[in-house]
């Protein structure tokens, strides 16, 4: 009788995932310590200071921002990261024939009806 795909992992099968982990950990403890003692040692109000570009802050950092540069933003990510999808579609266009082609119209109109939604409810509207 073979053994199972599962029976045949042990512990030592992962050790080379916890070195990599600890060498990780190890290397923001040892970049953290290091860069305490050598870093500036000398406060003052102006060097606690924040800047901006040079440009000397002014007012609260907790400005209402309008929801809407929120909204443009989450959408921008959404359709960005649809459309990475036609790269691997458009390279494998032959392989996967008119199947691929079909799926990649249901795939297409299910992106276009999202985006005509949002065209619809007004968020791409600056007003």
């Known amino acids: ?25 190890g290397f923001v403890v040892f970049a ?13 109000k102006v060097k606690d200071a924040s800047w901006e570009c ?14 809407k540069y929120f909204l443009i933003a989450i959408l921008f990510v959404l359709f960005d990261v649809e459309v990475i999808f ?19 119209l249901v795939f297409m109109g299910l992106l276009l009806t999202g985006f005509f939604y949002v065209l619809k409810k007004g968020v791409l509207k600056w007003e």
């Open 54 to 67: 040079g440009i000397e802050s002014k007012g609260d950092a907790r400005a209402p921002i309008s929801i």
């Open 86 to 104: 036609l790269y691997p579609w458009a390279v494998n266009f032959r392989a996967l024939g008119v199947d691929g082609f079909v799926w990649m």
């Open 32 to 44: 953290m310590v290091v860069t305490h003692l050598i870093g500036p040692k000398r406060h003052s």
């Open 1 to 25: 009788m073979e053994p199972t795909a599962t029976a045949l992992y042990v512990p030592g099968d992962f050790l080379p995932i916890v070195i990599q982990f600890a060498a990780a950990l």
